[in-house]
Each structure stands twice: as C-alpha cells, then as structure tokens.
C-alpha cells in the first residue's frame, strides 16, 4: 500500500494542502457566516474524499487491499453531500458532521496503515495522520461546542493540525519516489 501511496504523493499534499486551506478559510473568512461554513466544510469533504477514493483505487490497482480507504472516501463524499443538502444545519449539528467524518476517515485509514504495516515498514506518518485525524473527530462528538464561534475556532485547528500532517506526509512520499532514501523515514516504530 505504501508504494501505491508513493506512487501518488502529490494528491496525499493536495489533500494537505486543501485541509489546511479549509482551516485557514474557516479561521480568516471576515464575516464568515455558519451558512459559509457549512457550505466550505462541504465542499471540503467532497474534495477530500474524492481523492481519497482516487487513493483508494489507485491502491487498489496496485495490488493493495484498500477496504478501509474506500471506507474513509466514501464517508466523506457522503458527509459532504449531507452537509451541502442539509438546509439550516446548526453549528453544533456542524460539529457532529466534521466529528464522525473526522472519526470514520482517520479510523479507516489508520486501519489501513497499520494493516499496510504488516506488508512491510511503513512511514510513522501514515499511521499519526489518521490517528490525530480521528481523534479531533472523538473530541467534536464528546465534548460539543457551545456556539458558532467555538466551532470555528475547533475546525480550524483541525484543519491546521491534519493538513499540516498530510502536506508533511506528501512530501516524505514525494521523497521516497524519487529515490531520497532518508525521506521514506521507514521504521518499524
């Protein structure tokens, strides 16, 4: 699964970089209103989980068993939809969205990682992107947000925290394609 990964770094930093966008959108949008965030955390997770199922395929042509991948992608397409056709979502109703899309993709894909970990060394980051990822998901379910406000600041922090992993992880997966035997950063930690 890692070569298949390797194969493709650029969309593992392209869904980084949009991560981080989304975060920063959320976090500087003057007068950002909650419909523009619904609307932006939509087509965020419609993005993000488009290329996670190109991902998913790709890996999947490669050999790979990407199950879980598929799982994660197609949580997030779903979620994506629901949030763009859902009229009149609420921030806390907001949060729960982003919770279980965070949740169910990072569990699917740290899944995945560790599975992939068997099939040989993997990067220490395939396994903390999804493990950081499902655990910002965990935190919007348990501990609800009072107000839009609280929303945006958790969602951006989110945004910054995985994205920031997943452009880290596209670059080391970048590395190793071209042959940087140091990027790869392989272990068996």
Known sequence: MLDAMTGNWWATA??????VLFGLLALVTPGLTLDGLVSLFGAYALL???VALFLGWRARAAGADARELLVGAVTSVAI????????DVNAFELLL???????VAGLAEGIAALRGRREGPADRL??????????????????PATGADT????IALYGFAVGALHLALGLRL?????GDSDARGLSAA
């Open 14 to 19: 392209l869904r980084g970089g949009a991560t």
């Open 48 to 50: 993000d989980g488009t």
């Open 80 to 87: 994506g939809l629901v949030t763009l056709l859902w009229a």
């Open 97 to 103: 969205l982003v919770g279980v899309r965070a949740l």
């Open 126 to 143: 395939t396994v903390v992107v999804p493990a950081v990822a499902a655990a910002f998901g965990l935190l919007f379910l348990v501990i």
């Open 151 to 154: 929303v945006l600041w958790w």
């Open 174 to 178: 970048r590395g190793a394609a071209h």
